[in-house]
């Protein structure tokens, strides 16, 4: 059977008035002004939105129970329609009486303390009643209590009538709390329970309280974060008992903090498919809290095989070869090295990996000293050993032996909320590399490694409500050659490159060059889209002998639809530069995102279209959008 269906479409009805009968209170300009707050297009273009203006209702009754409406009644919308294709959206209101705050009532406190509270609250004796913020305010008197120490707080008459008493006949309203402060508490000691592998020291390290320290929700919860942050624990409670009278309202607590352990070696394996990688997977043995101090060891094992090889260059992409790309690595890390804040975190890898113009095995080994010198700022240096063989190269000066040997310090100030999902805050971080012989760089006659590196990220999130956040990300990144002088020959003559400018002793390697790619990627464009200079030859195309810049902005509304769903839209833009920076150069992209949290940050999906399609070296257009995956979080 084929159902066939004829669809007549008609045309979009036309919003030609709006009627509010039984208003006195507000005026009918003012209530068309909410409309904006629908957010709806077609009622922005007056046309009808009959699911918008249902929604209506809700807004108009929020506006006058904040203006101490309680009785409100609104009925409708009602729509009229014309033979003319418009209409008429009409509601009809019964306002009620307006209601005032007669007296709030705070018993249990003495006149300080009630004067403080009464401050904070958003009604107000003698004030017009704000029906939406009479719960907030309740919950506002108890917190201003816990933040003072008193955490033991509570509301005695919480689900009384006497609470919140409207009297009817005066238009008026009474507010009464009755409160048991209970005791303001102070540190005086702690207690570990649950700890069965965990040495208690561990523990002790970040409990770093003072006696008769006041304890406040704020403290507590902080403390809490910090033990969770060190990876070893499923769940923390912190509970205060208070131990000893200290006269007056003062009373000394003992913490009793409660943890549950993680197993301590986990096994993880990640199969999965990347598009620019390929087919892959990934193996983890991870030895966490060894000798229940803890201290971690990592050996890790990932391998691809890709089945685009658009990442290389055009002669290696037209020859067609693959082969199997892999890595290892062996990681440790000591948290507290000799009983210091210092971390300490020592690596040894080994891979065997493709890149835009040669293929390479690179062997590292790195050592890492890292401090948190207050809760905003931490501090680290590391210290890298590179030897690399690069093979199969289009251009010869790729190919051979390299040796690096860097420095790269680096300092952080974080403002953040949340490291693992923020709403608000900034993290700046400012890392600065350098590589020369002094640090068993390679240094011969025809080839000298020195060079610096200079990298600056900021993550900005300024929130628009508690629901939605703006994120901002701008990252800047310079390298220099070091090793200018030009190289001659045996008879005297300037050596000169392929494309006629002298060849100086020393490059920035290949592998070090800038490419953007991981977080800095633009999306909406593949990694040899965005890796192209103004003239359309991909970066790595070029010797870098005096200096690269790259330049990565990305802003993006966010919706927190609850603890684990983030919905976003996107701009990003970037580039890559030789010798200077051109911002007025930049590529843009722009898209949607979709994250799901997870522990470690968000799996991010997103899809990204070009806002200008650009040609590359042999003319042709590029790809109109394209579509992300990535792990972490801006």
């Given at each position: ?50 699911t ?66 009464l ?96 304890i ?14 060190l ?40 199969p ?47 020859e ?14 000591h ?33 890492q ?51 693992i999902?923020p709403?608000r ?15 068993n ?87 040899t889209?965005i ?7 991909d ?20 919706v ?75």
């Open positions: 059977l084929v159902y066939y269906f004829e669809i007549h479409e008609g045309r979009k009805v036309a919003v030609t008035d709006y009627d509010f009968t039984g208003i006195t209170f507000f005026s009918r300009k003012r209530i068309l002004s909410w409309l904006e707050t629908l957010n709806s297009s077609l009622v922005d273009r007056n046309y009808v939105d009959e918008a203006y249902y929604k209506f209702v809700q807004v108009i009754k929020n506006e006058y129970l904040k203006n101490g409406f309680f009785d409100i009644e609104i009925h409708g919308p009602f729509f009229q329609f014309t033979e003319s294709n418009e209409a008429v959206i009409s509601y009809k209101l019964h306002e009620g009486k307006q209601y005032y705050i007669r007296t709030i009532t705070i018993k249990g406190l003495d006149a300080k303390n009630r004067q403080e509270i401050a904070k609250l958003n009604n107000t004796a003698g004030g017009v009643a704000n029906f939406l913020e009479v719960d907030a305010d309740i919950r506002r008197v108890v917190s201003s209590l816990s933040v003072k120490g008193y955490i033991f707080a509570y509301l005695k008459n919480q689900n009384d009538q006497e609470l919140l008493k409207i009297d009817t006949n005066n238009s008026s309203i009474d507010l009464k709390f009755d409160l048991e402060p209970g005791k303001k508490v102070f540190y005086e000691d702690y207690k570990i329970i649950g700890n069965n592998k965990t040495k208690a020291e561990v523990i002790s390290r970040e409990i770093e309280l003072e006696q008769k320290q006041l406040t929700p704020a403290l507590l919860k902080e403390l809490t974060d910090r033990l969770l942050a990876g070893l624990f499923s769940s923390v409670k912190i509970t205060p008992i208070i131990t000893r009278d200290l006269g007056e309202d003062n009373a000394a607590t003992t913490l009793l903090i409660n943890v549950q352990e993680k197993d301590s070696i986990q096994i993880k394996v990640a999965g498919f990347r598009t620019d990688l390929g087919l892959k997977t990934s193996a983890t043995l991870n030895f966490d809290n060894l000798f229940g101090s803890n201290k971690s060891l990592g050996i890790n094992a990932q391998a691809n095989k890709r089945f685009d090889l658009s990442g290389l260059d055009p002669r290696r992409r037209g067609n070869k693959n082969f199997i790309e892999w890595g290892t690595s062996v990681d440790y890390a948290p507290y090295l000799f009983n210091t804040k210092f971390k300490f975190d020592a690596s040894s890898a080994a891979s065997r990996k493709r890149f835009y113009g040669f293929d390479a095995e690179i062997f590292q080994n790195s050592v000293l890292s401090r948190e010198i207050a809760t905003f700022l931490s501090i680290g240096a590391m210290y890298q050993l590179e030897v690399i063989n690069q093979y199969d190269a289009s251009k010869e000066i790729d190919a051979g032996y390299f040796r690096i040997g860097s420095l790269s310090p680096s300092i952080s100030f974080d403002f953040r909320d949340s490291a999902m709403h805050g900034f993290l700046t971080t400012l890392t600065y590399e350098i590589a020369n012989p002094t640090l760089s390679l240094d011969r006659e025809d080839i000298e490694i020195n060079y610096y590196k200079l990298v600056w990220r900021n993550k900005i999130y300024l929130p628009i409500n508690d629901s939605v956040t703006f994120a901002t990300s701008l990252v800047m990144g310079m390298e220099e050659n070091l090793a200018k002088e030009v190289r001659h020959d045996a008879v005297g003559n300037v050596i000169l490159n392929a494309n006629g400018v002298p060849q100086t002793k020393g490059y920035i390697p290949s592998i070090k060059v800038f490419r953007l790619d991981g977080f800095d990627t633009v999306r909406g464009h593949s990694d889209e890796n192209r200079l103004q003239r359309g030859q970066i790595n195309e070029m010797i870098i002998q005096d200096r690269a810049y790259f330049l990565n902005l990305k802003l993006e509304p966010r927190y639809l609850d603890d684990s769903l983030i919905l976003g839209v996107f701009l990003d833009a970037g580039r890559v530069y030789v010798q200077k920076m051109q911002p007025e150069e930049l590529r843009f992209g722009a898209g949607t995102s979709f994250k799901l949290v997870t522990p470690v940050g968000t799996l991010d999906f997103n899809y990204g279209v070009k806002l200008k399609r650009g040609r590359d070296a042999n003319n042709n257009k590029e790809s109109f959008g394209r579509f992300h995956i990535s792990i972490g979080f801006f």
